[in-house]
């Protein structure tokens, strides 16, 4: 049967975007190949989603001229897998691979076919993604288009060059991790402040929820946010002056920088 969309690699991302665009209703189970080698990730699919088509190898009969082809394995096998989906006659290709770059994939392809690269995070997995997108040479407004609209369904989409996806893999790519350690951090200090682990968790997870909803929806911007709820003299002053005299600001920017140049590495 012909499929809408064909991902390979059936790991944490590849099974965010799946559960993402299912949620959303975009795509219906029964119209998604997932190919997955590992009998137990399967299963675990198959028991979320009945009508979810798994495999463990793409077949030429799950691929018809609408088919797209989203790639979310390891970087060591992205190539081999583009080769594989090209070789089956695949339209287009969607690669979430970190840091393999779009001309990579084009070369290992058996024919010109359009590639677009794009850097997700797994808040995709409950519809709250961002993800930044960048053609290879290609590719077409249709081929942005329809990228686009497929991770619109698990969250934002920004449109960037492909220069630039190492520092967004190393901003919103590897951003969630920087926020669950906020969180940890967070909730250790409320337990040493005297307060239950499940209240300070319930603090902490509630909190960093609610700053990023103000973020995106006040329109104000995080420093406008920020000065709001700091009095002279108060509480919140005492706060970020610790903070910042443990350059709290200095350490995030060279955690980044860290990311991306592991990210520059890894296309090299
Ligand atoms: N996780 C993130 O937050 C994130 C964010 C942005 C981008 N990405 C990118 O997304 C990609 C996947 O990351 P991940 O975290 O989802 O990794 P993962 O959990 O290890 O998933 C990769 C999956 O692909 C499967 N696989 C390996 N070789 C395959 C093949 N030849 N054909 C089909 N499937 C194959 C793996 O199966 P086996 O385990 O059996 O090998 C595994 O299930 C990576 O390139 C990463 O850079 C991840």
């Known amino acids: 049967m012909e499929a809408a969309l064909i991902v390979v690699g059936g790991g944490r991302m590849g099974t965010a975007l799946v559960e993402g665009i299912l949620s959303s209703g975009y795509l219906t189970a029964s119209s998604i190949v997932v190919v997955e080698p590992d009998v137990e990730r399967r299963a675990m699919l198959r028991l979320a989603h009945d009508d979810l088509i798994l495999v463990d190898t793409p077949e030429i009969e799950h691929i018809g001229e609408k088919t797209g082809g989203v790639l979310a394995v390891k970087p060591e096998v992205a ?5 594989l989906l090209g070789g089956l006659g695949i339209q287009r290709i969607l690669s979430v691979v970190a840091g393999i770059p779009a001309a990579r994939l084009e070369a290992a392809l058996p024919q010109p076919i359009p590639v677009i690269r794009a850097m997700p995070n797994t808040p995709a997995l409950v519809g709250a993604g961002v993800s930044a997108i960048s053609g290879g040479s290609h590719v077409t407004k249709a081929d942005l288009d329809w990228a686009d609209e497929l991770l619109s369904s698990v969250g934002t989409v920004v449109r960037v060059p492909e220069r630039q996806l190492d520092a967004v893999t190393g901003v919103s790519g590897s951003g969630p991790a920087y926020l669950f350690l906020v969180a940890e951090a967070l909730i250790e200090a409320g337990v040493t402040a005297g307060l239950s682990r499940e209240t300070a968790r319930t603090l902490a997870n509630e909190t960093i929820l609610g700053a990023g909803r103000m ?13 709001q709820v700091t009095s002279p003299g108060g509480t919140t002053a005492a706060a970020l002056r610790a903070l910042e005299a443990r350059a709290v600001r200095s350490a995030f920017v060279e955690a980044v920088m860290a990311a991306v140049e592991r990210s520059r590495s890894m296309g090299r």
């Open 215 to 227: 973020l995106v929806e006040s329109g104000q911007s995080a420093e406008e946010l920020r000065a």
């Open 79 to 83: 190539e081999s897998a583009a080769r």
